[in-house]
């Protein structure tokens, strides 16, 4: 393991994922959602296919042994990509990324109800703190008031059912991952995404100035590179020590968003971002701390058997 060239490599994929959707965001005056997930999907694979030259995979590294699981990662994860780009066109670039941080968090519940994994009570408290911190987020936006039923209440919205639909598509991607290798996981996503975001044509699609194009394909190069990126991460340092740079991405967020888009962040909105990713981080940490005990149970348990 090389744990600080796995974190170097989460920290690049985390900066080329904000940079994607502040490019997807500026381009959301003229494109609309299911468009701008087709130039990120499409784009995304012929870097995904240099990625399996380069690692000898590109004759055997895109088969698969589920192709329905990788539909309904796909359904999941094009749905959560959709909400997601939709939000970007009517809320601040950091209030997306901080709801979005309520997915890892609801992953939680949903192993929990689809994958019968056992939640103690700490993980439990953890998930309701991070939703307490969800809703504080969300609070300037679903009060009853002025702001009822603006642009970016529906927006709110849309992010957080994005969420949802990624939290999903994480189940999805742990039970692919009993049968399928990394790189047959990446690229079917990609190229189910593509697929279904054709199904949005009969709503309208636009024909964008050509710097939104060159916009939305940026998009998916650096969406194909984000993903390599996270992906390679995993194979220099375990995923309870990379995880946590996730955290990052509000930084970044803040930043592209007061520079590009004026964008200033509420106080309201900070402490709801900061509990949703104490409570975050803490699931992680005592996801480490389980995954350490369940190694030494096994070694114990096979010295054991060994004598």
């Not at 290798?181 to 189910?192: D, L, P, R, Y």
């Not at 050509?210 to 995923?239: H, M, N, P, W």
Request: charged share 10%.
């Amino acid at each position: 393991m090389q744990p600080l060239r796995g974190i170097a490599l989460k920290f690049v994929s985390v900066c080329l994922f904000v940079i994607m959707s502040a490019l997807i965001k500026a381009a959301s005056d003229q494109v609309p959602p299911g468009q701008a997930v087709f130039f990120r999907s499409l784009f995304a694979v012929p870097i995904i296919l240099i990625w399996l030259a380069m690692r000898h995979e590109l004759r055997d590294g895109w088969k698969t042994r589920n192709p329905l699981g990788h539909v309904w990662r796909g359904l999941a994860g094009t749905s959560a990509m959709g909400l997601g780009f939709a939000g970007l066109g009517l809320l601040p670039l950091p209030e997306v990324t901080a709801i979005g941080y309520a997915a890892p968090i609801l992953v939680v519940i949903f192993a929990a109800m689809f994958l019968n994994e056992r939640v103690g009570r700490f993980r439990l408290t953890a998930v309701a703190v991070g939703m307490v911190g969800v809703v504080i987020v969300l609070s300037p936006r679903l009060t009853v008031g002025a702001s009822a039923g603006t642009a970016e209440t529906l927006g709110a919205v849309l992010v957080l059912m994005g969420a949802i639909c990624a939290a999903l598509a994480q189940v999805f991607v742990r039970k692919l991952v009993a049968s399928e290798n990394t790189a047959a996981i990446v690229f079917w996503f990609s190229v189910t995404a593509t697929v279904l975001s054709l199904l949005t044509l009969p709503w309208g699609w636009a024909m964008p100035t050509v710097d939104r194009i060159a916009l939305l394909v940026c998009a998916g190069l650096l969406g194909g590179l984000g993903q390599i990126f996270l992906t390679s991460s995993y194979r220099f340092a375990e995923a309870s020590l990379v995880a946590p740079f996730d955290y990052s991405s509000m930084l970044l967020a803040l930043i592209v968003g007061y520079v590009f888009f004026d964008e200033v962040p509420t106080g309201t909105m900070l402490l709801g971002a900061a509990i949703v990713i104490t409570a975050g981080i803490g699931i992680i940490l005592r996801e480490r701390h389980l995954g350490l005990q369940r190694a030494r149970q096994r070694k114990v348990t096979g010295t054991v058997g060994h004598n």
